[in-house]
C-alpha cells in the first residue's frame, strides 16, 4: 500500500464526511445535476469529483454529519471565497489520516516520518526498476522536494556504490539529515526551491509525490529543473481517476492556491518528449513516468515516439559506456554478438544481415553512432530503395488478395473485440506499409527476396509477402505506445501474426517465427488474448508485477548482449516462458491444444540461406520429436545439427513421437493432448 491509501483507509469516514457536510452547506444536493456540472470553480469541481466517486448523488441526499469547524471541516468555506486556507503549524496541505492529526503540535515532524513508513514498499520497487529505465544500474540520484528521504534510503540500500542528492525546504531538511545520517556521505543535502537551483549531473532525476502539490506552471518548472539535471527524469504521483486521486485533489483544492493532482496527460508536455507510462504493483493507484531526452539525431518523425525512446536509452546507455571506458565485446574483438555465440546460435541466424548483423561499416565503430547510423541512416535507405520498386505503387484489387484479405480479416475480428482500431485496407501497398508501426522507418524486413521477382503484382503479394506484411500489421499503428522491453514487443507481435497467418506449409514464413512467437504465446496463454492484444495497443497494461519483470529481464539481457537489434536470444525463450508461467495459468484446454499444434509444426520447419536471402520451408523431421520437463525438440538437421530449437508446450512427463507427414500433426496433438 502506498502513502496515499494509507492516509485515505485511515481517515477514510472522517475526509468523507467533511465532504458530505461541505455539499448540504453549498446546497448542492438541492441544485440540478446540469448546474452541478457547469461550476466554473476548481475547487468546486474536486469536491463535486469526490461526492460523485463516493455516490452521494445516487440517491437520496445522505444525513448531514458534524465535523470539526477546522481543517477540512471549513472546505464550505473555502469554496464559497475560492481561497485556500493558511498553511499553519497545524495544518497540513493533504489529507489527514485522523481529525486528531490537525491538532498535534510537531506536526511537520509527524507528518514527515508518516510519509517515511507509507512511502517505503513503492520506494523499494521504484528504485528496483530504475536500471530497466535507465539501460543500466544507476549511480546518482536526484531526489527533488524528496521529504525526510524515503526515496533516497531506499536507492541507496538498493546500489550500495551509488550516491544521492536530497533537495527540499530547510526544516525538511534537518529531518531528513536523521533519517538517512546511517549513509554518511553518500548523500548530499540541498535546501532551497529545486526550480531555481543548478545541481550537477545526475543519472536519474526523481520527482515523487511533489507534483501534485503545485499549480501547471511551478510543475513545468519542476519538470524543466528534473530534465536539466538528469539523464532519466522519473515523476511518481497519483493518478486523478482513483478514489485517493480525488480525495487528494479536494486537499489541494483546500490548502493550496494551485496544487492538483494532474493527469498523465497534463504532465506530458513538461516532460522530455520520450516517454513511457508504468504501474507499481504496491501503488495501483498511482502511476509513473519515465522520460529521456531525445538525441538530436533522433528527431525525425518517421522514428515512432515509442520507439525513438527505445533507441535514445539505447544510445545513452552505449555513450555512458564509452565515458567509463568499458567499450562493448563487440568493440573489443570486432564480432558481432550473435557471433560470438556459435556454440548456441545457428550459423543462419548469425549470417541474418537485418537483424543480427546490421551494422553499417567496421565493427569497431563506436556503440552510439553505430546504434544511430542504422536506423537514422542505413534503415531508412533501405526503405526508401524498396519504396522505389514498382510492386510498391501498383494499385491493389484487394478481391485478388485472398491470403492476405482472410489474415487480415482474422486480425481485425480480435482488434474489434480487444476494442482496439482494426487494420484498414489501403489502395497500394506502399500505403498499407505506411500505416505501420515501423512503415515510415524501416524495410519490409524479410520481403527482399520477393520485392523484385517478375510476375503479376497480386500473385507475387499473395504468395510471397503475405507473412511479412502481416507481421508488420501487427505491430500496429505507428501512434501506440510499445510493451517495453523491444524483445517482449516483438514476440507479442510474432505471435498475433503466426495466430492470424500461420502460413505453415508455405516457403514466405517469417524465418525464425516460431522461436520468437511462442514466447507471445506464453503470455497470451497466461493472460489471456484480449488483454495482450489491449497492452499491445498501448490501452491497458499487462498486470504490474510481470511489466516490472519483463523489463528488467530486457533490459538486463541486452545490457549484456548490446545486440543493434535491441532483441533477446532467439533461441533462448525459456526465462521469456519462466516468467509469463511464474504465477500459474489458468484451465483452457483448447488453447493448450493450439500451442502443441504450433509446436510440431516449428520441429517440421527448415530454414536456409540462398543468394536472395532466407528461405523457410515445412517437411516432416528425420529424427524423433521429444518432449521433457514442458519442452520440445527435435535434432535438426544441415548446418544448424548443433543446436536443437526448443518449443515450450503444457505437457508433463517425457515422450518421444515421430511426425511422418505433415498431415498428422493434428491428430498427434490430440494424442500429446489426451497424454
Known amino acids: 500500500m502506498d502513502v496515499f491509501s494509507a492516509a485515505l483507509d485511515s481517515g477514510f469516514a472522517f475526509l468523507r464526511d467533511a465532504a458530505i457536510a461541505a455539499a448540504h452547506e453549498l446546497g448542492l444536493f438541492d441544485a440540478p445535476a446540469a448546474a452541478r456540472a457547469e461550476s466554473p470553480s476548481r475547487r468546486m469541481r474536486a469536491l463535486l469529483a469526490v461526492l460523485d466517486a463516493i455516490g452521494a448523488f445516487d440517491g437520496p441526499p445522505p444525513p448531514c454529519p458534524q465535523v470539526p469547524r477546522e481543517g477540512w471541516g471549513r472546505l464550505a468555506e473555502v469554496i464559497r471565497t475560492d481561497r485556500p486556507l493558511p498553511l499553519g503549524p497545524t495544518s497540513s496541505p493533504e489529507p489527514t489520516p ?15 516520518q508518516h510519509l517515511l513508513v507509507a512511502s517505503a514498499p513503492a520506494a523499494r520497487e521504484l528504485v528496483a526498476r530504475l536500471p530497466a529505465w535507465l539501460g543500466r544500474d544507476p549511480r546518482s540520484l536526484l531526489d527533488l522536494g524528496g521529504g525526510a528521504g524515503a526515496y533516497t534510503a531506499a536507492f541507496l540500500d538498493a546500489y550500495p556504490a551509488a550516491r544521492a542528492t536530497l533537495v527540499d525546504r530547510e526544516d525538511v531538511i534537518a529531518l531528513a539529515r536523521e533519517a538517512l545520517a546511517r549513509f554518511g556521505d553518500r548523500v548530499t543535502f540541498v535546501a532551497g526551491d529545486a526550480r531555481e537551483l543548478i545541481v550537477g549531473p545526475h543519472d536519474v532525476a526523481l520527482l515523487a509525490n511533489v507534483l501534485h502539490l503545485h499549480g501547471p506552471q511551478a510543475c513545468a518548472d519542476l519538470c524543466a529543473a528534473a530534465a536539466r539535471a538528469g539523464e532519466l527524469v522519473v515523476i511518481k504521483d497519483l493518478r486523478p481517476d482513483t478514489l485517493q486521486g480525488r480525495f487528494f485533489a479536494l486537499g489541494m483544492a483546500i490548502y493550496t492556491d494551485a496544487g492538483d493532482v494532474h493527469a498523465t496527460e497534463d504532465i506530458l508536455p513538461w516532460l522530455p518528449e520520450l516517454v513511457a507510462e508504468h504501474r507499481l504493483e504496491v501503488a495501483e493507484e498511482g502511476f509513473v513516468l519515465t522520460a529521456i531526452a531525445r538525441p538530436p539525431e533522433l528527431a525525425d518523425p518517421a522514428i515512432p515516439p515509442g520507439f525513438a525512446r527505445v533507441l535514445a536509452r539505447a544510445v545513452a546507455h552505449e555513450r555512458a559506456s564509452a565515458r567509463r571506458n568499458t567499450p562493448s565485446e563487440n568493440a573489443r574483438t570486432n564480432t558481432p554478438p550473435e557471433a560470438a555465440q556459435s556454440n548456441t546460435c545457428p550459423p543462419a541466424f548469425r549470417h541474418n544481415n537485418v537483424l543480427t548483423e546490421p551494422r553499417e561499416g567496421p565493427f569497431d565503430q563506436d556503440p552510439a553512432d553505430a546504434v544511430l547510423t542504422h536506423y537514422t541512416r542505413a534503415m531508412p535507405a533501405r526503405r526508401a530503395e524498396q519504396l522505389a520498386l514498382p510492386i510498391f505503387h501498383a494499385p491493389l484489387d484487394w478481391s485478388r488478395l485472398p491470403r492476405l484479405s482472410a489474415a487480415i480479416d482474422r486480425l481485425n475480428a480480435i482488434l474489434i473485440g480487444a476494442g482496439v482500431r482494426p487494420v484498414e485496407r489501403a489502395p497500394t501497398l506502399a500505403a498499407l506499409y505506411e500505416r505501420t508501426y515501423y512503415g515510415r522507418l524501416m524495410p519490409l524486413l524479410y520481403g527482399d527476396a520477393h520485392l523484385q521477382r517478375e510476375g503479376e503484382p497480386h500473385a507475387i503479394i499473395d504468395r510471397y509477402l503475405v507473412a511479412p506484411l502481416v507481421h508488420e500489421l501487427c505491430h500496429l499503428g505507428p501512434e ?18 503466426i495466430h492470424v497467418h500461420g502460413a505453415f506449409g508455405d516457403d514466405d514464413a517469417i524465418y525464425g517465427a516460431p522461436w520468437l512467437a511462442q514466447v507471445g504465446q506464453a503470455v497470451a496463454r497466461t493472460f489471456g488474448i484480449r488483454a495482450v492484444v489491449r497492452a499491445h495497443a498501448g490501452i491497458e497494461p499487462l498486470p504490474a508485477w510481470f511489466t516490472r519483470a519483463a523489463e528488467e529481464l530486457g533490459w538486463r539481457d541486452w545490457t549484456a548482449r548490446r545486440s543493434l537489434h535491441l532483441l533477446a536470444d532467439t533461441m533462448d525463450p525459456a526465462p521469456w516462458v519462466a516468467l509469463a508461467r511464474s504465477r500459474g495459468v489458468p484451465e483452457d484446454p483448447a488453447f493448450d491444444r493450439i500451442i502443441i499444434r504450433d509446436a510440431l509444426r516449428a520441429m517440421c520447419l527448415v530454414s536456409e540461406r540462398d543468394g536472395a536471402g532466407f528461405r523457410t520451408r515445412a517437411e516432416a523431421p528425420p529424427g524423433p520429436v521429444v518432449v521433457a520437463e514442458g519442452w520440445m525438440t527435435t535434432a535438426r538437421r544441415g548446418d544448424i545439427d548443433r543446436v536443437d530449437p ?30
Open 98 to 112: 485522523s481529525p486528531e492529526r490537525t491538532t498535534s503540535p510537531p506536526l511537520e515532524t509527524r507528518y514527515q
Open 480 to 497: 501506440r505506445p510499445p510493451i517495453d522491453p523491444p524483445h517482449l514487443d516483438e514476440c507479442i507481435g510474432g505471435w498475433l501474426a
Open 646 to 675: 526448443r518449443y515450450w508446450v503444457p505437457i508433463a512427463g517425457t515422450h518421444e513421437l515421430r511426425i511422418r507427414a505433415l498431415d498428422e500433426i493434428e491428430t498427434l496433438s490430440a494424442r500429446l493432448c489426451s497424454a
